[in-house]
Protein backbone atom coordinates (compact mmCIF):
# COMPACT_ATOMS: atom_id res chain seq x y z
CA UNK A 1 0.00 0.00 0.00
CA UNK A 2 2.78 2.39 0.93
CA UNK A 3 4.40 0.90 -1.80
CA UNK A 4 2.24 2.25 -4.74
CA UNK A 5 1.44 5.73 -2.67
CA UNK A 6 4.84 6.26 -3.17
CA UNK A 7 5.05 5.41 -6.89
CA UNK A 8 2.11 7.05 -7.74
CA UNK A 9 3.58 10.30 -5.82
CA UNK A 10 6.63 10.19 -7.80
CA UNK A 11 4.90 9.98 -10.52
CA UNK A 12 2.94 13.16 -10.34
CA UNK A 13 6.18 14.70 -9.32
CA UNK A 14 7.46 14.20 -12.98
CA UNK A 15 4.48 15.23 -14.34
CA UNK A 16 4.87 18.63 -12.44
CA UNK A 17 8.04 18.63 -13.55
CA UNK A 18 7.12 18.26 -17.12
CA UNK A 19 4.30 21.00 -17.37
CA UNK A 20 7.10 23.21 -15.69
CA UNK A 21 9.49 22.59 -17.97
CA UNK A 22 7.10 23.14 -21.12
CA UNK A 23 5.35 26.31 -20.52
CA UNK A 24 3.93 28.33 -23.16
CA UNK A 25 7.00 30.98 -24.15
CA UNK A 26 9.23 30.69 -26.90
CA UNK A 27 12.96 30.40 -27.19
CA UNK A 28 14.55 34.03 -28.55
CA UNK A 29 13.87 33.97 -32.79
CA UNK A 30 11.92 30.97 -32.64
CA UNK A 31 8.86 31.13 -35.21
CA UNK A 32 5.40 31.45 -34.30
CA UNK A 33 1.93 31.31 -35.95
CA UNK A 34 0.31 34.34 -33.20
CA UNK A 35 1.82 37.30 -34.85
CA UNK A 36 0.99 38.35 -38.17
CA UNK A 37 4.67 38.70 -39.16
CA UNK A 38 5.21 35.47 -37.72
CA UNK A 39 8.06 36.73 -35.29
CA UNK A 40 7.88 35.34 -31.68
CA UNK A 41 10.40 38.29 -30.44
CA UNK A 42 7.90 41.83 -30.59
CA UNK A 43 9.69 44.89 -32.09
CA UNK A 44 10.48 47.19 -29.07
CA UNK A 45 7.44 49.89 -28.72
CA UNK A 46 8.58 53.21 -30.69
CA UNK A 47 10.09 55.79 -27.65
CA UNK A 48 11.33 52.66 -26.38
CA UNK A 49 14.83 53.64 -24.11
CA UNK A 50 16.80 51.23 -22.22
CA UNK A 51 17.97 51.69 -19.14
CA UNK A 52 20.81 53.57 -18.59
CA UNK A 53 20.28 55.23 -22.03
CA UNK A 54 18.16 57.83 -21.28
CA UNK A 55 19.39 61.46 -22.73
CA UNK A 56 17.66 64.54 -22.15
CA UNK A 57 20.39 66.38 -21.44
CA UNK A 58 21.02 68.15 -25.18
CA UNK A 59 23.57 70.18 -24.20
CA UNK A 60 25.47 67.25 -22.86
CA UNK A 61 24.72 64.80 -25.37
CA UNK A 62 24.85 66.92 -28.83
CA UNK A 63 27.08 70.18 -27.65
CA UNK A 64 23.60 72.27 -29.06
CA UNK A 65 20.79 74.11 -27.56
CA UNK A 66 17.99 72.80 -29.58
CA UNK A 67 16.96 69.27 -31.00
CA UNK A 68 16.98 65.59 -29.85
CA UNK A 69 19.93 65.02 -28.30
CA UNK A 70 20.14 61.49 -29.23
CA UNK A 71 19.86 62.54 -33.04
CA UNK A 72 21.52 60.39 -35.11
CA UNK A 73 23.38 62.52 -37.66
CA UNK A 74 25.68 62.49 -40.45
CA UNK A 75 29.18 64.04 -40.60
CA UNK A 76 29.02 68.56 -40.30
CA UNK A 77 29.30 68.78 -44.18
CA UNK A 78 32.12 71.86 -44.48
CA UNK A 79 29.80 73.49 -47.18
CA UNK A 80 27.39 74.31 -44.12
CA UNK A 81 29.98 76.05 -42.07
CA UNK A 82 32.57 77.96 -44.19
CA UNK A 83 35.36 79.27 -43.04
CA UNK A 84 34.83 83.01 -41.91
CA UNK A 85 35.61 85.84 -43.92
CA UNK A 86 37.18 89.35 -42.78
CA UNK A 87 34.17 91.34 -43.60
CA UNK A 88 31.80 93.42 -41.71
CA UNK A 89 29.32 90.92 -41.67
CA UNK A 90 31.84 88.58 -40.33
CA UNK A 91 30.12 88.76 -36.74
CA UNK A 92 27.13 87.98 -38.28
CA UNK A 93 27.27 85.13 -40.18
CA UNK A 94 29.56 83.84 -37.19
CA UNK A 95 26.40 83.85 -35.26
CA UNK A 96 24.15 82.16 -37.80
CA UNK A 97 27.10 79.02 -38.31
CA UNK A 98 27.56 78.22 -34.72
CA UNK A 99 24.85 80.21 -33.04
CA UNK A 100 22.90 76.56 -31.74
CA UNK A 101 26.47 75.16 -29.88
CA UNK A 102 26.57 75.86 -26.29
CA UNK A 103 29.49 78.19 -25.45
CA UNK A 104 29.77 76.76 -21.83
CA UNK A 105 30.94 73.15 -21.09
CA UNK A 106 28.63 70.98 -19.37
CA UNK A 107 30.90 70.24 -16.25
CA UNK A 108 33.80 71.70 -15.18
CA UNK A 109 37.14 71.35 -16.69
CA UNK A 110 39.32 70.64 -13.87
CA UNK A 111 42.83 69.41 -13.92
CA UNK A 112 42.13 65.95 -13.81
CA UNK A 113 39.26 66.46 -16.16
CA UNK A 114 41.86 67.86 -18.75
CA UNK A 115 44.69 65.55 -17.82
CA UNK A 116 42.08 62.71 -19.36
CA UNK A 117 41.11 64.69 -22.09
CA UNK A 118 44.76 65.08 -22.90
CA UNK A 119 45.69 61.12 -22.37
CA UNK A 120 42.28 60.28 -24.96
CA UNK A 121 43.46 63.34 -27.51
CA UNK A 122 46.62 61.41 -27.54
CA UNK A 123 44.96 58.65 -28.45
CA UNK A 124 42.35 59.37 -30.70
CA UNK A 125 43.15 62.73 -32.77
CA UNK A 126 47.35 63.15 -33.04
CA UNK A 127 47.49 60.67 -35.43
CA UNK A 128 45.98 62.66 -37.72
CA UNK A 129 45.91 66.51 -35.96
CA UNK A 130 49.46 66.29 -34.12
CA UNK A 131 50.43 66.81 -30.43
CA UNK A 132 50.07 70.61 -30.72
CA UNK A 133 46.72 70.54 -33.30
CA UNK A 134 48.74 71.96 -36.36
CA UNK A 135 47.31 69.31 -38.47
CA UNK A 136 50.48 67.30 -39.43
CA UNK A 137 49.74 64.01 -37.75
CA UNK A 138 51.77 60.96 -38.89
CA UNK A 139 48.23 60.07 -40.96
CA UNK A 140 48.86 63.14 -43.19
CA UNK A 141 52.48 62.59 -43.54
CA UNK A 142 50.99 59.53 -45.45
CA UNK A 143 48.91 61.64 -47.50
CA UNK A 144 45.01 61.59 -45.60
CA UNK A 145 43.74 64.97 -46.12
CA UNK A 146 45.05 67.70 -43.54
CA UNK A 147 42.92 69.06 -41.36
CA UNK A 148 42.99 72.55 -40.84
CA UNK A 149 45.08 73.80 -37.67
CA UNK A 150 43.17 74.70 -34.45
CA UNK A 151 45.23 77.98 -33.58
CA UNK A 152 43.41 79.29 -36.47
CA UNK A 153 41.01 82.33 -35.56
CA UNK A 154 38.06 80.82 -36.74
CA UNK A 155 39.11 77.77 -34.65
CA UNK A 156 39.80 79.16 -31.67
CA UNK A 157 36.65 81.77 -31.11
CA UNK A 158 33.81 78.56 -31.99
CA UNK A 159 31.97 77.70 -29.24
CA UNK A 160 32.87 74.46 -26.90
CA UNK A 161 29.90 72.65 -27.87
CA UNK A 162 31.41 73.05 -31.73
CA UNK A 163 33.94 70.77 -30.62
CA UNK A 164 31.77 68.57 -29.39
CA UNK A 165 29.79 68.02 -32.03
CA UNK A 166 32.90 67.59 -34.69
CA UNK A 167 34.21 64.74 -32.60
CA UNK A 168 30.85 63.53 -32.29
CA UNK A 169 29.50 63.32 -35.44
CA UNK A 170 32.90 63.89 -37.81
CA UNK A 171 33.39 67.13 -40.11
CA UNK A 172 33.97 66.57 -44.52
CA UNK A 173 36.19 63.90 -44.19
CA UNK A 174 37.11 62.99 -40.99
CA UNK A 175 35.26 60.61 -39.31
CA UNK A 176 33.04 60.45 -36.39
CA UNK A 177 33.96 59.50 -33.07
CA UNK A 178 30.96 59.10 -31.14
CA UNK A 179 30.71 55.56 -31.52
CA UNK A 180 34.42 54.51 -29.97
CA UNK A 181 34.59 57.53 -27.31
CA UNK A 182 32.07 58.29 -24.04
CA UNK A 183 30.08 61.26 -24.13
CA UNK A 184 32.30 62.91 -21.34
CA UNK A 185 35.67 62.27 -22.84
CA UNK A 186 34.58 63.95 -25.47
CA UNK A 187 34.15 66.70 -23.82
CA UNK A 188 37.21 66.25 -21.87
CA UNK A 189 39.17 66.04 -25.31
CA UNK A 190 37.35 69.37 -26.36
CA UNK A 191 38.72 71.14 -23.24
CA UNK A 192 41.61 69.93 -23.79
CA UNK A 193 41.54 71.18 -27.20
CA UNK A 194 40.80 74.65 -25.70
CA UNK A 195 44.14 74.36 -23.34
CA UNK A 196 46.09 73.75 -26.66
CA UNK A 197 44.99 76.39 -27.92
CA UNK A 198 45.57 78.80 -24.90
CA UNK A 199 48.95 77.30 -24.64
CA UNK A 200 49.45 79.11 -28.61
CA UNK A 201 48.08 82.16 -27.89
CA UNK A 202 49.36 83.72 -24.36
CA UNK A 203 49.57 87.08 -23.92
CA UNK A 204 53.12 87.52 -23.34
CA UNK A 205 52.21 90.18 -21.04
CA UNK A 206 50.71 87.62 -18.47
CA UNK A 207 53.16 84.64 -18.52
CA UNK A 208 54.66 83.54 -14.88
CA UNK A 209 57.79 85.77 -14.23
CA UNK A 210 61.36 84.74 -15.85
CA UNK A 211 59.03 83.11 -18.88
CA UNK A 212 59.90 84.31 -21.99
CA UNK A 213 58.64 83.49 -25.51
CA UNK A 214 61.26 80.57 -26.59
CA UNK A 215 61.99 79.33 -23.31
CA UNK A 216 61.76 75.93 -24.46
CA UNK A 217 58.00 75.52 -25.61
CA UNK A 218 57.29 74.74 -28.70
CA UNK A 219 54.95 76.99 -30.81
CA UNK A 220 52.29 76.20 -33.34
CA UNK A 221 54.28 75.02 -36.35
CA UNK A 222 57.53 74.63 -34.75
CA UNK A 223 58.72 70.99 -34.01
CA UNK A 224 59.04 69.89 -30.51
CA UNK A 225 62.52 69.45 -28.94
C1 LIG B 1 41.79 60.16 -39.49
C2 LIG B 1 42.28 61.50 -39.27
C3 LIG B 1 41.60 62.31 -38.18
C4 LIG B 1 41.42 61.97 -36.86
C5 LIG B 1 41.85 60.69 -36.16
C6 LIG B 1 40.78 63.11 -36.24
N1 LIG B 1 40.56 64.09 -37.17
FE1 LIG B 1 39.76 65.91 -36.81
N2 LIG B 1 39.91 66.37 -38.79
C7 LIG B 1 40.47 65.55 -39.74
C8 LIG B 1 40.34 66.18 -41.05
C9 LIG B 1 40.86 65.59 -42.37
C10 LIG B 1 39.67 67.40 -40.84
C11 LIG B 1 39.25 68.39 -41.92
C12 LIG B 1 38.05 67.78 -42.62
C13 LIG B 1 37.57 68.54 -43.82
O1 LIG B 1 37.80 69.77 -43.89
O2 LIG B 1 36.92 67.91 -44.66
C14 LIG B 1 39.44 67.50 -39.40
C15 LIG B 1 38.85 68.59 -38.78
C16 LIG B 1 38.74 68.74 -37.40
C17 LIG B 1 38.30 69.95 -36.74
C18 LIG B 1 37.97 71.26 -37.42
C19 LIG B 1 36.56 71.33 -37.97
C20 LIG B 1 36.38 72.66 -38.71
O3 LIG B 1 35.34 73.33 -38.48
O4 LIG B 1 37.22 73.02 -39.52
C21 LIG B 1 38.33 69.71 -35.40
C22 LIG B 1 37.96 70.68 -34.28
C23 LIG B 1 38.79 68.34 -35.22
N3 LIG B 1 39.02 67.78 -36.46
C24 LIG B 1 38.95 67.73 -34.00
C25 LIG B 1 39.34 66.40 -33.86
C26 LIG B 1 39.46 65.73 -32.58
C27 LIG B 1 39.24 66.39 -31.24
C28 LIG B 1 39.85 64.44 -32.84
C29 LIG B 1 40.03 63.31 -31.86
C30 LIG B 1 38.84 62.88 -31.18
C31 LIG B 1 40.00 64.31 -34.27
N4 LIG B 1 39.68 65.51 -34.86
C32 LIG B 1 40.41 63.16 -34.91
C33 LIG B 1 41.05 64.32 -39.55
C34 LIG B 1 41.05 63.64 -38.36
Not at 44 to 52: D, L
Not at 126 to 152: F, L, M, N, W
Amino acid sequence: MMHRAAVSALLLLVGCQQKMADQPSYKPLTPCVFFADGRSERPAVAGTVARGHLQTDVALFSGRRTGKSGEPRGAIAPAVIQPQTGTSGAAKQKNDQYGDFVDAFPFAMSEAVLRHGRDRFTIYCVVCHDPIGTGQGKIVERGYTAPPSYHVERLRTVPAGYLFAVISEGYGSMPSYGEQIPVRDRWAIAGYVRALQASQHFPEASWPPGKSAGSGVPRAGEKSP
